[in-house]
């Protein structure tokens, strides 16, 4: 058996970042921000999976999606 010490201060150290002022601040923040809105398109779009291929489609399929997630914002308010 093993016992990886650099291991277990790299758990340490995440740890210590999480539970910092910083850390808390900027967990509260991330879910403000964007977990919403990933959550929305994911569950409530149905949205899990790109249908083209080739980064050009992506971004404008990804456009399509994000421009339809904010048409619909408004509508359900």
């Known amino acids: 058996m093993q016992i990886g010490f650099e291991l277990r201060r ?3 150290q995440a740890k210590d970042n999480l539970l910092s002022e910083q850390g808390i601040a900027l967990r ?3 879910s403000i921000e964007v977990e919403t ?3 929305d398109i994911k569950y409530n779009m149905n949205f899990r999976r ?3 291929r080739g980064l050009k ?3 404008i399929e990804w456009g399509l999606v994000c421009l339809a997630h904010n048409l619909r914002k408004p509508a359900i308010q």
Request: charged content about 35%; aromatic content about 20%; overall charge positive.
């Open 10 to 12: 790299y758990r340490q």
């Open 50 to 52: 790109f249908m083209l």
């Open 28 to 30: 509260k923040q991330r």
């Open 37 to 39: 809105v990933f959550g």
């Open 57 to 59: 489609k992506v971004e």
